[in-house]
T-cell receptor
Framework: QQQVKQSPQSLIVQKGGISIINCAYE??????FPWYQQFPGKGPALLIA?????SEKKEGRFTISFNKSAKQFSLHIMDSQPGDSATYFC????????????FGKGTKLSVKP | NAGVTQTPKFRVLKTGQSMTLLCAQD?????MYWYRQDPGMGLRLIHY???????AKGEVPDGYNVSRLKKQNFLLGLESAAPSQTSVYFC???????????????????????FGPGTRLLVL
């Protein structure tokens, strides 16, 4: 049973456009929702994260929107750039899980110049 | 700081062979993790450790063993490799406490997880 469902699998966006990646979860005990960015040949790196007590968090061009009632959260990349081309993973975690993260399957983003 | 390093970067094994993957971190982190990444599967937790001498099972522990004899190292062992263990293995570390303005503060280890560059393993 997949605990965190991520879509789409792949995404092609033109430079300057908005990239949107969605994730859904079932376990209401999750209380921490990070997004990781991974470039080819590299390990994932934390990009931005949100907790359920807020509906939106913005850091630069990256925004997480969180809908607690729908059990969904999404990553928006504004003014997408070719340098944003990477694989993005959403994840979820439960407090007290000693750092254990449940990852989505990932979305490969390509930003065309 | 070198951060999180993994050895080797790439390895080819034959079915039934054994090997050990080494993860090292120089950030004095308490927690360490081993994940595997397969195409279209995301990252899945194999084993983790919350301190020297302690280990625990993650989501997909079968076929793997781990040891944390030193705080800075976390070893992942494959006793009898199988083709299903062909994957990219990532190590990560995190911490849960720090000092800010002279005061010790508790930090959520989920917010401080740093990943290594990965080890690509091919089992034939």
């Amino acid at each position: 049973q997949q605990q965190v469902k991520q879509s789409p699998q792949s995404l092609i966006v033109q430079k300057g456009g908005i990239s949107i990646i969605n994730c859904a979860y079932e376990n209401t005990a999750f209380d921490y929702f990070p997004w990781y960015q991974q470039f080819p040949g590299k390990g994932p790196a934390l990009l931005i994260a949100i907790r359920p007590d807020v509906s939106e968090k913005k850091e630069g061009r990256f925004t997480i929107s969180f809908n607690k009632s729908a059990k969904q959260f999404s990553l928006h990349i504004m003014d997408s750039q070719p340098g944003d081309s990477a694989t993005y993973f959403c994840a979820a975690s439960i407090e007290g899980s000693q750092g254990n993260l449940i990852f989505g399957k990932g979305t490969k983003l390509s930003v065309k110049p | 700081n070198a951060g999180v390093t993994q050895t080797p970067k790439f390895r080819v094994l034959k079915t039934g062979q054994s090997m050990t993957l080494l993860c090292a971190q120089d950030m004095n982190h308490e927690y360490m993790y081993w994940y595997r990444q397969d195409p279209g599967m995301g990252l899945r937790l194999i084993h983790y450790s919350v301190g020297e001498g302690t280990t625990a099972k993650g989501e997909v522990p079968d076929g793997y063993n781990v040891s944390r004899l030193k705080k800075q190292n976390f070893l992942l062992g494959l006793e009898s490799a199988a083709p299903s263990q062909t994957s990219v293995y990532f190590c990560a570390s995190s911490f849960f406490a720090g000092v800010h303005d002279g005061a010790r503060q508790t930090i959520d280890p989920r917010e401080t997880q740093y990943f290594g560059p990965g080890t690509r393993l091919l089992v034939l």
